[in-house]
């Protein structure tokens, strides 16, 4: 079956040792996304990619970086991570286009930093 | 800005139907999605409306009225696997991409 796929599901780190997460993808899609996910909040967009062109939101703190060497994989890379960044990060896929497209989410990885 | 809002917490009887309403005010607006999201779990996709009305899909329907900035999803013969959050989401495009902001979501719990 075409999936999203998240590695680690559970990942722990210590405060301030740079740690990175993975999303795969077997859709093929050209649009893909990193979303953090704090508890009883809202998913809230970190930055996507179209094709190779990255595109970061204004509110996403520079701690926070992305590579994606290929269509298939996409990595976020936290390279000091706070203990506010405890969190679950989603990554999904899109196509792209003005008609509908669906974002197809991963099933996340769940960060703990102590 | 961006403004999407929410009830924070439903209960619900199982066999019942339920409504739960979203509203928003964004500067862009591009479609409106439905999501379900278990705990712990990734979002599912439960519905998309762009035009006004209402879109029928089983047990789920939503409607948006673009005017009011409003749309609501209901369910329908509520069963105890549909305690969920669900979340709205409002899509603005970009060009290139669809971008999602998510409303913080309603926390259904169904009873017996």
């Known amino acids: 079956d075409a999936m999203v796929i998240q590695n680690p599901r559970y990942q722990v780190t210590q405060f301030g040792k740079p740690v990175t997460l993975s999303c795969s993808q077997t859709l093929n899609h050209n649009v893909m996304y990193w979303y953090q996910q704090k508890s009883s909040q809202a998913p809230k967009l970190l930055f996507h990619y179209y094709d190779k062109d990255f595109n970061n939101e204004a509110d996403t703190p520079d701690n926070f970086q992305s590579r994606r060497p290929n269509t298939s994989f996409c990595f976020l890379d936290i390279r000091s991570p706070g203990l506010g960044d405890a969190a679950m990060y989603l990554c999904?896929?899109?196509?792209?286009?003005?008609?509908?497209?669906?974002?197809?989410f991963g099933p996340g990885t769940r960060l703990t930093v102590l | 800005g961006q403004n999407i809002d929410q009830p924070t917490e439903m209960t619900a009887t199982e066999g019942a139907i339920v409504q739960i309403n979203c509203t928003y005010q964004?500067?862009?607006?591009?479609?409106l999605f439905w999501y379900q999201q278990h705990a712990g779990e990734a979002p599912t996709f439960l519905s998309y409306?762009?035009?006004?009305g209402l879109e029928e899909k089983g047990r789920f329907s939503s409607f948006l009225s673009r005017s009011k900035g409003y749309s609501y999803l209901l369910l329908k013969e509520l069963q105890m696997k549909d305690s969920a959050s669900y979340l709205c989401a409002v899509r603005d495009y970009t060009g290139t991409a669809s971008k999602l902001t998510f409303g913080t979501g309603t926390r259904l719990q169904v009873t017996l």
């Open positions: 964004t500067s862009g607006f591009n479609g």
């Open positions: 409306n762009v035009l006004d």
């Open positions: 999904a896929t899109s196509t792209t286009g003005l008609t509908y497209n669906e974002q197809f």
